[in-house]
């Protein structure tokens, strides 16, 4: 095994390049194992495997620096810098992160994990490189799919400036997570394509150089290089704004590659290097179904199918068929992804109504805006976004969705914990980011049947409203309860005294668990289903207060600014009011939310159990606060 010779970063310079098609191999079959066990990026990584041996055959780790967009592909990266073992335990709690992380290794420049930031970090680190007269090289390298994400073109507007060097590998698969749409993708294409002005060009230059004076033509013409490809491309992009372009090039080709990043560090300027790479490549399964394999559940090898099959619906299947039936009966209800139409579920939609249906790639917040629009025109936009992305968004919702108090309907999926992803991936600031924006309204269903419910709601509501359901298997308990959703009204589940415990989402499962041991344990307890985050239901909250001794929050999200600090400011106001009118009750309140830190990687059940909000680290902290 080659493989086995790499140990640490540069090793592989010792490699003869006469053997860089078999280590090639070795990684795609390492890849291939290790991933089909732990799950993982497949599809992007088995794309880049070439891209980042020529990368770091060409650089000098970790003195030169490498921005992987988004992080998803750095699997080879993390290979060829002595992190072989760390895949036996990739992406589990306490084992590799899925990544690049810099306290992971030296050769991790930045963290990353949401898509469109290595342009604007990978130029603060040449500006820092400048500033303070080094000369090591800074590579960011991003896909075709992150390349619509707008912060690219504001790290390129600036970059554009630039008078030394910063290389920017484009990485074209032609994909992003499923097929990548639009006008950029569209430009990629066009240039990628474009055989004719590749012979047009060598058809030039040898009639020029069979002319008298002719070599000195085609010097010339070389030397003013953006002009010549304006005149046989038109839109030149890139060199129009000042940022040479080199590509292009194979992105399986080792040596074209060293070649090109060769003559990109002799550029005193931002430099894009156009390099053509296919998804999955090497791996039939990867290649036939790119969008299954890019973040990829564990799996047979043979035969590309995941080990465990899911047998029961996920949120998202529930939110995908509701969708469908919301379009059928409504012509307003017109839906939005930012690049996710398998993963939000709206695949199905698309299908049905493909009109009404919208990718506007990765662009959160153009997503929202554009949402903002179609609701001031008079339809009824559905905005699905995973909770970390819509981060992203937070002053269009603002500005552009709640001053106006527009009705964009907002279906943040992943919300809470998503387990191997890691920090940048956890939904858990949403319910805190979304709640402090006034008119904007928050749910979250209990189980499958709610978020139905709930989603039919929000669609006549007529003002913005988010609802938000976690990753995963849906839940199917307590069927029998789905009284009408009233606006900003709980639902009481089953009422007793002692404790009462108000849960948001996906911690009313949890609740049920909880309250079943405290009554083995003699306990009378209380299990209120918050469904409303916002408005809170304050009858609600007092009706507790006057029967309890303890109200216990849930929720799986931060702690501050969540929803048990909305409870706590609801008892401090009703406390008031109370003792004015001589009533007197004590009731405490413990709240059951994520600290206020990062969630790094690993299964969900064993991070609940970490930050304690499993249901023996509640039940403990009930026993202990009823003591
Ligand atoms: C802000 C943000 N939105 C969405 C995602 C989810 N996401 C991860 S990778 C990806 C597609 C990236 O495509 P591309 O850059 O072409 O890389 P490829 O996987 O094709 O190599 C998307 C949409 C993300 N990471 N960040």
Known sequence: MILENIKEANDIKKIDSSQYGELAEEIRQFLIEKISVTGGHLGSNLGAVELTMALHLSLNLPEDKIIWDVGHQSYTHKLLTGRRDGFENLRKFGGMSGF???????????????????????????????????????????GDGSFTGGMV???????????????????????????????????????????????????????LKSVKNGDALVKSIRRAKGSFKQLVIPGMMFEDMGITYLGPVDGHNIQDMISVFKDARRCKTAVIVHVSTHKGKGYAPAEKHPARFHGAEPFEIETGLPTKPRTKANYTDIFSTVMTKLGARDEKVVAITAAMPDGTGLKRFHNIYPERFFDVGIAEEHAVTFAAGLAAGGLKPIVAIYSSFLQRAYDQILHD???????????????????????????????????????????????KWELSDML????????????RYPRGEAYDGLPEFRAPIEYGKAEMLYEESDIALMAVGSMVKVGVEVRRALKEMGYSCT?????????????????????????????????????????????????????????????????????????????????????????????????????
């Open 100 to 142: 690049p992380k810099r306290k992971e290794s030296p050769c991790d420049s930045f963290d990353t994990g949401h898509s469109s930031t290595s342009l604007s970090a990978g130029l603060g680190l040449v500006k820092a490189r400048d500033l303070k007269g080094e000369k090591n090289t800074i590579v960011s390298v991003i």
């Open 153 to 207: 073109y504001e790290a390129l507007n600036n970059a554009a400036r630039l008078e030394s060097n910063f290389i920017i590998v484009l990485n074209d698969n032609n994909m992003s997570i499923s097929e990548n749409v639009g006008g950029v993708p569209k430009y990629l294409n066009s240039i990628r394509t474009n055989d004719g002005y590749l012979e047009l060009k060598k058809g030039i230059y040898d009639k």
């Open 401 to 447: 969705v709640c001053i106006q108090n527009l009705p964009v309907i907002f279906a943040i999926d992943r919300a809470g914990l998503v387990g191997s992803d890691g920090e940048t991936h956890q939904g858990i600031f949403d319910l805190s980011f979304l709640s402090s924006i006034p008119n904007m309204h928050i749910m979250a269903p209990k189980n």
């Open 456 to 467: 039919k709601y929000a669609v006549a509501f007529g003002a913005p409203i988010a609802l």
């Open 527 to 627: 299990l209120v289903n918050a469904r409303f985050v916002k408005p809170i239901d304050e009858e609600m909250i007092g009706h507790l207060c006057e029967h309890h001794q303890l109200i216990v929050s849930m929720e799986e999200n931060v702690a501050s600014g969540g929803f048990g600090e909305k409870v706590r400011a609801c008892m401090d106001k009703l406390r008031d009011m109370e003792m004015k009118e001589n009533k007197n009750w004590n009731t405490e309140l413990l709240s059951i939310a994520i600290p206020d830190e990062y969630v790094e990687h690993g299964n969900v059940e064993l991070l609940k159990k970490e930050i304690g909000i499993d249901t023996d680290s509640i039940l403990a902290k009930i026993k202990n606060a009823m003591a």
